[in-house]
């Protein structure tokens, strides 16, 4: 199993510019996550899908989308990326239990 | 809404030295909680869990229990090696809703020194 997957693994992206961040997980888990992580702030949630069809915001949802395209597929698009959204992204899977996880990350940087 | 509140870092201490860092938490209901590794340029990997109170969670010499009484989950090690030394997330899921979100606190950085 490769468990949870994320492309690109870097990005950098000009203020304005929109890009998408696709998601991947062969573990037949209903939930999925976008974290986004900063320094001193930990991780934060952005939106989350509890099941296929559903999408939920988290934390700090504004200036991102998502798509839950099928069981296995959650993907993230900035539409207008601003510096503030320079970060590492993690997208992570879960058991019923909550026990999480989490692939490699991207690390997006908006100049 | 729920909450994790666990020691600023950076930690630093000796090869052998005992590890402890503090977790302590909010929820309304009755959360599980864990402890996830981030080494560096990598993403998290769980570490220990505890799914109800007095439940003590271990994995490659580190441990948690699950205090209720004291909302806390705190992390120790008896002997830390250089090995350690890695970014520490407590964490907690609710999982009241039929679902789960896991709720993070910001991190202690552990450096370890030979």
């Known amino acids: 199993n490769a468990g949870v997957t994320q492309t690109p693994k870097f990005q950098v992206l000009k203020t304005g510019q929109s890009m998408t961040l696709q998601c991947a997980q062969d573990m037949n888990h209903n939930s999925m996550y976008w974290y986004r992580q900063d320094p001193g702030m930990g991780l934060r949630l952005i939106y989350y899908?509890?099941?296929?069809?559903?999408?939920d915001k988290g934390e700090v949802p504004n200036g991102y989308n998502v798509s839950r395209l099928n069981k296995r597929e959650f993907s993230l698009r900035l539409e207008s990326a601003a510096p503030s959204q320079t970060s590492v992204y993690f997208c992570?899977?879960?058991?019923?239990?909550?026990?999480?996880?989490f692939g490699p990350g991207t690390r997006l940087t908006v100049l | 809404g729920d909450s994790v509140t666990q020691m600023e870092g950076p930690v630093t201490l000796s090869e052998e030295a005992f590890l402890t860092i503090n977790c302590t938490y909010t929820?309304?209901?009755?959360?599980?909680l864990f402890w996830y590794v981030q080494y560096p340029g990598e993403g998290l990997q769980l570490l220990l869990k505890?799914?109800?109170?007095?439940d003590k969670g271990s994995n490659k010499g580190f441990e948690a229990t699950y205090r209720k009484e004291t909302t806390s989950f705190h992390l120790e090690k008896g002997s830390v090696q250089v090995s350690d030394s890695a970014v520490y997330f407590c964490a907690l899921s609710d999982g009241n809703s039929g679902y789960s979100t896991l709720t993070f606190g910001k991190g202690t950085m552990l450096l370890v020194s030979p």
């Open positions: 992570a899977s879960s058991e019923w239990s909550g026990k999480g996880f």
């Open positions: 505890a799914t109800k109170a007095d």
């Open positions: 929820a309304t209901g009755y959360p599980s």
């Open positions: 899908s509890a099941s296929e069809g559903t999408t």
